[in-house]
């Protein structure tokens, strides 16, 4: 019989490891000596480690997205739940518990990241529509229509909005695009005209 903090063999061969729950049940071992028993289930719990090791570090310092890092720590899980390791499996489980606290604050941080980025998006975008509008009105036909174009360039540059929103912000700001430039036709008609008239 052989033992360690962790987990001891029976003289069946039968591994266990200890919990605060008590003792269960890892696997049985016929091949070689009580210690080389208890060897094989602790470097697989060492394997759990290094494993927990790397996706705390992926969490960490990579863009891993919360979806991915919810899997790998579930798969995590039930390899610590189902206890065929020597070692300390509520350590395991505190360090996966926290994992899951910081990829959701994470996720949180994401989702108000992103809502402050519609936010500005939205901002800058009703900013456009305005001065659109504005310019719409306006009777210095070469710089507004410049203006005009350099406002549509500054919209392809934004990003993209919920489609309602994207969509009548862009119904207003073509709508005074196309405003302007009929205003600006009927103006040169209209000089053409009287130069006929003059001839």
Known sequence: MSSDPWGRVDETGTVYVRTAEGE???G????GTPEEALAYFERKYEGLVVEIGLLEKRVKTTDLSAKDAQTAIEH???QVDEHHVVGDLAALSARLDKLV???DSRREERKAQKAKQADEARSAKEALVTEAEELAQ????RSAGERLRAL????KGLPRLDRKSDDEL????SHARSAFSKRRKAHFAQLDAQREDAR
């Open 28 to 31: 049985s071992w016929q091949a």
């Open 76 to 78: 995590i899980r039930h």
């Open 138 to 141: 306006s009777e210095q036909w």
């Open 152 to 155: 549509v360039d500054t919209w």
């Open 24 to 26: 269960k049940v890892v």
């Open 101 to 103: 606290e910081s990829v």
């Open 170 to 173: 862009w119904h207003r700001f």
